[in-house]
């Protein structure tokens, strides 16, 4: 026995040295946040015992820095730093306000010279590490009178960082700061003037990226290292903004990115695997993800009827749902017409769908069967939500556009346990990572955390 623990030791030793001496390491930790809604896309945390279930901006601050211009990317976390990506206008221009917005886009580009930029925190302190300046000069499309032209979230593959401003490029830097390649997008026109906004996502050596637009929409893959294009795969869509999700599942792994005419798969190269007409809502914005096996696709337009979530099995090709029949679909385990949101991303946590609709109301089914727990049920007090839900410590946590956290006890009946307030817009979906909350508000970020014990 005392033989095998010395071989056991020795053995670790070596491996040990090989690690520290080699880098042979994962470049991304298990706790780094590294894409909208965090490395698996599930908005679902880990517990941890100094994550807060209350705060306010004086309580459970560790500490909080004013961010420059506007954006409304999630925060994204690699080891003990914190990038995050704003535009900085010179001049006024329309200011976001909370609610929905029926009409049209902001017509006209933003007024006077603008600077995208992007900063890198200390996770501990808050303290900058450096700034950058990607691009500067006017805009040239319009934009949606509650998003910006910083809408997307950073994504990171540990090593590098990539930071994609919609309808102007992709750039990409090293940790520290140095700019290392760029790939510009040509603008094009976005339905209603919207605006680009789906997030980047990386598998392996590529970054994937989404446009679409009333032109020519794509869907694009480029080296990671060098910012060579691997492929570009032309898109039969015009209107849907949601980040695309890489799916490992047991079978293979695909890029599931939904659309308002046709929702699809592809390949790692760009083929398209499977295809289906979900009769989506007229605008595509909640973005996929997957789990216990099952892919969630939703999209639901509050002036639509029909506003369906899909739950997918892995395995599909070709059309998987001829002439629109969901029920008899080999691959679609479960559906319902009218159970998504329009703008949040929903969450599965504890074998429980949960939904939070833009107008204040929270639903509940059975992840596994699409079965109703419970209906539609109004937040108090009222509240308007941009935000997308997540979750640990067995609670649900919804960001009002207002900046009012609702805590939610997870189960078969909703119960509002607390509300923790900010007073201030809050569009970005917050990110975890080991016991710290970061929240963006309109010109802040909070770092949340229990004192530890």
Known sequence: MHSRSYQRAFLCSILSFCVQSFGLTNAVAAEDFTRFRGADAT???????????????????????????????SPIVVGDRVFVSSVVADEENIAPSAGLYLGQGVRDPAKGIHHWMMHCFDLKTGKKLWEQESYTGRPVVPRHPKSSYAAETPTTDGKRLYVLFGDLGLFCYSLDGELLWKRMIEPKKTNMDYGAAASPVIHGNQVFVVYDNKETSWIASYDCETGKQNWQTPRDEI??????????????????????????SYSLDGEELWRFDGDMSILVIPSPFAVDGLCYISSGYVGDQHRPTFAIRPGGKGDIAPDGDFASSEYIEWYQPRCSPYNTTQLVYEKRLYTVYDQGFMTCHNALTGEEIYGKTRFSPKGSFTSSPWAYDGKIFCLSEDGLTYVIKAGPEFEILRTNPLDELCIATPSVVGGNLLIRTLTKLYCMTEPAK
């Open 43 to 73: 908005g679902v945390a880990s517990d941890h015992p100094q994550l807060p279930t209350s705060w306010s901006k004086t309580e459970q601050v560790a500490w909080s820095v004013e961010i420059p211009g506007q954006g409304w990317g």
């Open 239 to 264: 209107m849907s903004w949601a980040t695309p999700f890489v799916w490992e599942n047991e079978l293979r792994t695909e890029i599931i990115v939904p659309g308002q005419r046709i929702n699809r």
